[in-house]
């Protein structure tokens, strides 16, 4: 029986001198709400490079900006700021999905960038609100 093995990365992070995810010296629920978990079958880290490798039924949870996402295997490089999904990824970020065979989140700049496998395509569904004037004139008032 494979068992999921967890690993909060900003806790991994203290320990290999990587600088955690967006590590905010607050109170502890804000620290843990700013924690990236992976769940994955293996996980690896590399104190050299800084590349934490989690294989194998990878689920992601990033609370801090609502992301929550499936892949086969999942690269996370500190020193560049960036997540690496691969094999039939599947993100989901305030109702809005992407599917693609290799998403990479760019940490600092909030964006995601999918490629599909040869012959296939990206797939995103976005949530619109019925009616986008009236939600930016909500979001506007005090």
């Known amino acids: 029986m494979v068992r999921s093995r967890r690993l909060a990365l900003a806790a991994l992070g203290l ?17 843990a ?4 978990t992976i769940l994955a079958d293996v996980q690896q880290a590399n104190a050299m490079t800084g590349v934490i490798t989690a294989r194998g039924n990878v689920q992601l949870r990033y609370p801090a900006r609502q992301i929550q996402a499936t892949a086969a295997q999942a690269q996370y490089f ?4 960036r997540i690496v999904l691969s094999g039939n990824v599947y993100v989901l970020q305030e109702g809005n999905s992407l599917r693609a065979d290799s998403i990479t989140y760019l940490i600092q700049e909030a964006k995601f960038v999918a490629l599909p496998a040869p012959s296939r395509q990206v797939e995103s569904i976005l949530m619109i609100p019925d009616d986008p004037n009236q939600q930016i004139i909500e979001s506007v008032q005090p």
């Open 15 to 31: 320990s290999l001198g990587i600088a955690p995810l967006l590590w905010q010296s607050a109170a502890s629920q804000e620290t």
């Open 78 to 81: 500190s020193r560049e700021g």
């Open 33 to 36: 709400s700013q924690a990236l």
